[in-house]
């Protein structure tokens, strides 16, 4: 689950197991294996191993053998950073460090990244920062209001932004921060490719971003 991960609902988990060299099983996990649902908005891997789970029914760790739920909330998008696990909720984010768990309200989240140092979340509503056990919106000098931040992605200079307004770089600094306009357009996810970024539009129109250009343009089925 990469470009699509955020908008395409998975109705059932496929766990593939390595056997030997050559040959792998998949199965298929589902609510009568011990998942909450059989609805997946989103799966990362810990530094050990273990698989986290944003499903419509809660937030799971799955160890390869069993599920166990951590807590029942509806989690939209999840985001790990070393043992720290960051889920984000309909009603806000939910923290996890081994045995300490915090929560924060806030606008429904959709994305979350980590920019030098600091966790940023994209909200319905604009983008929010991470500090103290609290979220503050991030100001910046543009008039463009971003609802609905869907994909959020860090690079050297900044973070590329994919919304229903379009494709953003939002560049921060100690004082200010200020958003440049890539293109416009109803973005839904981003994420890297080797040198690059491919975002990709509600319609199915893939873009390669670098250094805040469009390099190509990959026109799909659904809107050619």
Do not use: C, R
Not at 12 to 40: C, E, H, R, W
Not at 78 to 92: K, R, V
Request: net charge positive; proline share 1%; no cysteine.
């Amino acid at each position: 689950m990469y470009v699509f991960k955020k908008y395409i609902v998975i109705f059932f988990l496929f766990f593939v197991m390595k056997i030997d060299a050559q040959n792998y099983s998949v199965k298929n996990l589902t609510i009568q294996d011990g998942l909450p649902s059989n609805i997946v908005y989103d799966i990362q891997q810990d530094k050990i191993g273990y698989l986290w789970i944003a499903t419509e029914k809660g937030l799971v760790k799955f160890d390869g053998d069993d599920f166990t739920l951590i807590n029942s909330l509806k989690t939209t998008t999840l985001f790990i950073d070393g043992s720290t696990i960051y889920a984000g909720l309909e009603n806000g984010l939910f923290i996890k460090n081994k045995s300490n768990e915090y929560f924060i309200k806030s606008e429904k989240i959709l994305s979350i990244v980590k920019h030098k140092n600091k966790i940023y979340t994209g909200t319905i509503e604009g983008i929010y920062s991470l500090e103290n056990k609290e979220l503050y919106p991030l100001l910046n000098n543009s008039t463009v209001n971003l609802p609905s931040v869907n994909g959020m992605i860090s690079t050297e200079k900044g973070i590329i932004i994919t919304s229903t307004k379009g494709l953003y770089k939002l560049h921060i600094s100690l004082n200010k921060s200020y958003l440049n306009k890539i293109e416009k357009g109803v973005f839904t996810s981003i994420d890297k490719s080797y040198n690059s970024y491919i975002a990709t539009e509600s319609n199915g129109k893939i873009i390669e971003v670098k250094n805040d250009s469009i390099l190509k343009t990959i026109e799909t089925i659904s809107n050619a």
